[in-house]
């Protein structure tokens, strides 16, 4: 088992990430842009998206997905280079690290 010391220097050294939500409403392509403008500054991202977003990103960028668990969910919308700096939390995880109101972030945006 980890000491606290060593947990604590963990979370020093861990990059907090910025938390991007996106809801669904009619604004997913405002979502992905968000997210590539900050991966493309190399910052980290804690990603999540909701049911009616992914619909969204079908119906109004034409973007096929498959379900929000599927592995290649995010290899559909982002490229590889992106991809790194994603942690993408399904959006029904309850024991997700993101759920937690201790996980360090730089901030949280919530996109329509």
């Not at 010391?5 to 405002?30: C, F, N, Q, T, W």
């Not at 991966?39 to 379900?67: D, F, K, N, Y």
């Amino acid at each position: 088992m980890a000491s606290l010391s060593s947990v604590r220097y963990k979370l020093r050294m861990e990059p907090k990430r910025i938390i991007v939500g996106i809801s669904g409403a009619s604004g997913a392509i405002y979502g992905l842009r968000l997210v590539r403008a900050i991966t493309e500054l190399g910052h980290p991202i804690a990603l999540t998206v909701s049911e009616p977003a992914r619909l969204v990103m079908r119906e109004e960028l034409g973007i096929e997905t498959p379900h929000l668990n599927h592995p290649d969910f995010l290899a559909r919308i982002f490229d590889a280079e992106t991809r790194t700096l994603i942690t993408y939390y399904p959006k029904d995880d309850l024991t997700a690290a993101v759920a937690s109101g201790s996980y360090p972030t730089k901030g949280m945006i919530i996109v329509p």
